[in-house]
């Protein structure tokens, strides 16, 4: 377990029997785990003994997914669907549902039962304790050898260069205080990676290791080429450090450059030979236009999502929802926060009045 090296003073929260956890839960074609899921989940919540609400976020699935998600929810009260008119993309489905939440606290997990639904218990135990933040570090992963070197790397890499320190091996799977819930969801980044903006928005964080369950199946829903785009997302959000390695490209250039015209002048001037300059003309000029290619590359990354910022396309669209107390509401965690401190400036200009 580790904690955070700032110091906040301690939250004092409502008794756990008085609290409402929101569980968001991303789906995209996971039909054969969905009711065994719920089941798992409800468990580990009725042993918190707290009041809970769980949101799916049908992410476009092409399976019979939404069909047994609206039946859960038909059968069970507690249990929120949100349908996407498409697939947007795990981290679109966690903003929405995100949005959606009404709780004290969120708990953000995947649907694959790769993140163990026991955790919730240890999750609220460090809330209750004051912690704004309870992400998982995962632990004793089931992957494939290569998957486990390329995750390593990652989390090596992304703590190496970020200009956020971003606790390694915490993914999305984790616990946050409904303020944190509010500031994220705020956020206007548009190429979005969960667990670095859960790190930068700061409060009392803490981490709690967890085993690394195998999928409850062979094929993942993520491909590894969607996996390196969200590490791509991740580099590019939270670090500028792709662009300052042209300052040590340029310094290589100089250094290149002066032993080439040092060379020259060498010849020129002591020993007369002719420079036989054909083929280091040629490679001198490839590897730099190499350089320059990459360069290009790396701010076209930049200015792409620049670009996609300024455009300010939603991040999703929601078809359709189940079970949602005000379906016409767009993001009940906001709107519960707006109306709490409309209540408190009105409680505050009544008081004003009085005499």
Known sequence: MKAANFQHSKTLRKPIADSLISIVLPVFNEQDVLPQLLQAVEDSLQSAGCGYEIIFVNDGSSDQSGQILDDLAELNSRVRV?????NFGHQAAVQAGLLHTTGDAVVIMDSDMQDSPSAIVDFIEQWQAGY??????????????????????FHKTLNLIASTSIPRDAGNFGLIDRKVAIQIAQLNDRDRYFPGLRSWVGYRQIGVSVERLARYDKNPRVSFAQLCGLAKTAIFSFSFFPLTVFYIIAAL?????????????????????????????????????????????????YVTRIYDQVRARPMFIVGSKTNFDAPEVDAPLLSKSENSQSSKIDADSEFSRQP
């Not at 933040?133 to 390329?150: F, H, M, S």
């Not at 250039?253 to 030979?273: E, P």
């Open 132 to 153: 704004d933040v309870v992400y998982a570090i995962r632990t004793d992963r089931k992957e494939n050898l290569v998957k486990r070197w390329a995750f390593q790397t």
């Open 253 to 301: 250039s100089a250094v290149v450059c002066l032993g080439l015209i040092s060379f020259v002048f060498y010849h020129k001037i002591f020993t007369g030979l002719a420079i036989p300059g054909w083929a280091s003309t040629t490679i001198t000029a490839s590897f730099f236009g190499m350089l320059n290619a990459l360069g290009i590359g790396i701010l076209g990354e």
């Open 82 to 86: 949100l349908h996407f008119a498409k």
